[in-house]
């Protein structure tokens, strides 16, 4: 293989495989920091040996134990030969690389590491993406709307911060839930939407995250069945998640919620969303921002068409979203939701009265769904302008595209 295709390979590995590398490294040592870091070193091998011995059959399994043995070289070198290593040491001659299973519910413990209150809340946010999500800086610096060397020093700086603490690497007790969970569900759905809808590359959806931060939420589920937020993210994730099979056609090209094959929705997906939707009722603590959402995404799965759908308790669904989270995105949602329960000119009305165009600034969304309202009242040129702009601050390949494709029609 070429050294391209070994790094693309390597990149396409570590997609798949990097939290949990990372998560059995910091069972082992201790250390979230050093773990990433000696995950890195392990990259760094295979680059240099893949290209000659090909890649391994388990490339997660041979990463993993050579980060191991990297971390018992570091603990030779420190004089720090003591039943830590042992034990590791004999771990290693006795499991075979090709039957290694990561400990079941590591990368959850990864993930509340990173959201430890030690932290402030976009540093748990980019640390998690970072080392559950495989995200690299560049990527998060676009995520962040700020520049790579920020990102490197944010991450940096937040693996230092957790060491000093000695945060310890497990789940929290009870008690601490409350403080830990806002920012453990925070991450789980921002790993979640860029995995269905990819902010930077030329794939429209990056399924490996999704379904990554849908097994996370699962679990968390399961060890706190009596809150409603976070099956009111479950099912979120679940109906939206219903929805891959049908994003894109036969060429690869994305395709738009009102031009999608319904009968290509995953339907025991959306059993299951609606399922986790009625938990958070039978709770009978209320709706939160997470929930709201998935009521939204559940009047879509319950038309058969998009005339279908009951567009104005969506649009009342997004007006209580709008008044917890104060989102400008929510309240961008909501114009489209008002076009389709109303006119494109109420719609477009609500959209100058409302939106907060500053907080939108450098986002493809407004002019974007600016460009859809001026077209459907027939200002051609005006919502030609829009797209166009849109188009040239998308920083996604495929959505591009179809912004390209929206100026075409005009």
């Known amino acids: 293989m070429t050294d391209p295709e070994i790094r693309r390979t390597i990149d396409?590995?570590?997609r798949v495989e990097g939290s949990r590398v990372v998560a059995t490294l910091a069972r082992i040592v201790g250390d979230v920091g050093l773990a990433e870091d000696l995950a890195q070193e392990a990259i760094a091998e295979a680059l240099e040996k893949w290209p000659g011995s090909g890649?391994?059959?388990?490339?997660?399994a041979w990463l993993t134990s050579v980060a191991k043995r990297r971390a018992i070289d570091g603990w030779?070198?420190?004089?720090?030969?003591?039943?830590?290593?042992?034990?590791?040491?004999r771990d290693l001659s006795e499991v075979d690389e090709e039957e290694w299973v990561p400990v079941r519910d590591d990368v959850l413990k990864l993930v509340f590491v990173a959201c430890h209150p030690v932290l402030k809340r976009d540093a748990q946010v980019a640390?998690?993406?970072?080392?559950?999500?495989?995200?690299?800086s560049e990527e998060l610096a676009r995520l962040f709307l700020t520049s790579v060397p920020t990102i490197q020093q944010r991450i940096v700086r937040a693996k230092k911060t957790l060491s000093a603490?000695?945060?310890?690497?497990?789940?929290?007790?009870?008690?601490?839930w409350p403080q830990r969970l806002n920012g453990v569900l925070a991450v789980i759905y921002l790993?979640?939407?860029?995995?269905?809808a990819a902010?930077?590359?030329d794939s429209w959806m990056r399924q490996d995250l999704a379904a990554q931060a849908l097994r996370l939420g699962r679990v968390l589920a399961a060890l706190v069945p009596r809150e409603p937020e976070v099956h009111g993210l479950v099912a979120l994730m679940e109906l939206q998640s219903s929805r891959f099979a049908a994003r894109l056609d036969a060429d690869g090209r994305p395709v738009l919620l009102a031009e999608q094959d319904r009968h290509r929705w995953d339907r025991g997906q959306i059993s299951r969303g609606l399922a986790a939707l009625d938990r958070v009722d039978t709770l009978g603590r209320g709706r939160g921002p997470y929930s709201l959402q998935a009521a939204i995404a559940a009047c879509h799965s319950r038309a058969t068409t998009v005339e279908d759908t009951d567009w104005p308790q969506i649009v009342i669904l997004y007006e209580a979203l709008e008044q917890l989270t104060g989102n400008p995105v929510v309240t961008l949602n909501k114009v489209v939701a008002v076009s389709m329960a109303a006119s494109a000119h109420d719609a477009l009305t609500v959209l100058d009265a409302e939106v907060d165009v500053a907080k939108l600034a450098g986002s493809h969304l407004l002019p974007s769904v600016r460009g859809e309202l001026l077209a459907q009242l027939g200002r051609t040129e005006e919502a030609r302008a829009e797209l166009c702009r849109a188009r040239e601050l998308a920083t996604n390949g495929a959505q591009r595209r179809v912004l390209e494709d929206k100026i075409a029609a005009l």
């Open 76 to 89: 030779r070198r420190q004089e720090r030969l003591d039943e830590r290593y042992q034990m590791i040491a």
């Open 127 to 136: 640390l998690t993406l970072r080392v559950v999500g495989g995200l690299s």
């Open 199 to 201: 902010t930077v590359g």
């Open 165 to 176: 603490a000695r945060v310890p690497y497990e789940v929290p007790e009870p008690a601490q």
């Open 55 to 60: 890649v391994p059959r388990n490339a997660g």
């Open 191 to 196: 790993i979640f939407t860029e995995g269905y």
């Open 12 to 14: 396409a590995v570590w």
